[in-house]
T-cell receptor, first 110, second 112 residues
Framework: GESVGLHLPTLSVQEGDNSIINCAYS??????FIWYKQESGKGPQFIID?????DKRQGQRVTVLLNKTVKHLSLQIAATQPGDSAVYFC?????????FGAGTTVTVRA | DGGITQSPKYLFRKEGQNVTLSCEQN?????MYWYRQDPGQGLRLIYY???????QKGDIAEGYSVSREKKESFPLTVTSAQKNPTAFYLC???????????FGDGTRLSIL
């Protein structure tokens, strides 16, 4: 069946360093991938998405990489800031339904 | 501002009671979704609707019901048949498939 998972449940990063959050997926039919950030008590906030016809996509301070060969997705955050502390979710879809991983909690150390 | 509004923010349910969670969007999105989030876990899909007057079950639809009479509104009813309703409920909408889903700030449901 479908499953989306993150390699590590927690990540501690020094302020100013780059962060890399990893995600593995198992559904070869998925053609759309998305990263969300969720702060405590709030709904997930869209960060960046990528379609299966791309390998890389960049946004403001963020980059998403997609490796379809090994079914791996990653989110890179440049110059991590205290405001980046949150839970990060990857999700994948082949239709209307998004399947979410369990999330990675990122803590930024001052 | 365009967005998704969920209400109430906190809700308490008595045993045997049905409760309805509200979700309204003014983004003119066709598709709407309901998810359940348990502590330390990802989101699980309850129901989704691609268009007005149509909806489909998600992965955990048992004990829940929805309606989609208007494009802007997608209320979720947690029925007494849902034996473990305590969770954080999130509503989302999107323009169409494979487009970002935009989320509300959730309703936290607890049992009295």
């Amino acid at each position: 069946g479908e499953s989306v998972g993150l390699h590590l449940p927690t990540l501690s990063v020094q302020e100013g360093d780059n962060s890399i959050i990893n995600c593995a997926y198992s559904n070869s039919a998925s053609d759309y991938f998305i990263w969300y950030k969720q702060e405590s008590g709030k709904g997930p906030q869209f960060i960046i998405d990528i379609r299966s016809n791309m390998d890389k996509r960049q946004g403001q301070r963020v980059t998403v990489l997609l490796n379809k060969t090994v079914k791996h997705l990653s989110l890179q955050i440049a110059a991590t800031q205290p405001g980046d502390s949150a839970v990060y979710f990857c999700a994948e879809s082949g239709d209307y339904k998004l399947s979410f991983g369990a999330g990675t909690t990122v803590t930024v150390r001052a | 501002d365009g967005g998704i509004t969920q209400s109430p923010k906190y809700l308490f349910r008595k045993e045997g009671q049905n409760v309805t969670l509200s979700c309204e969007q003014n983004l003119n999105h066709d598709a709407m979704y309901w998810y359940r989030q348990d502590p330390g876990q990802g989101l699980r899909l309850i129901y989704y609707s691609q268009i007005v007057n149509d909806f489909q079950k998600g992965d955990i639809a048992e004990g829940y019901s929805v309606s989609r009479e208007k494009k802007e509104s997608f209320p979720l009813t947690v029925t007494s048949a849902q034996k473990n309703p305590t969770a954080f409920y999130l509503c989302a909408s999107s323009i169409s498939r494979n487009q970002p889903q935009h989320f509300g700030d959730g309703t936290r449901l607890s049992i009295l």
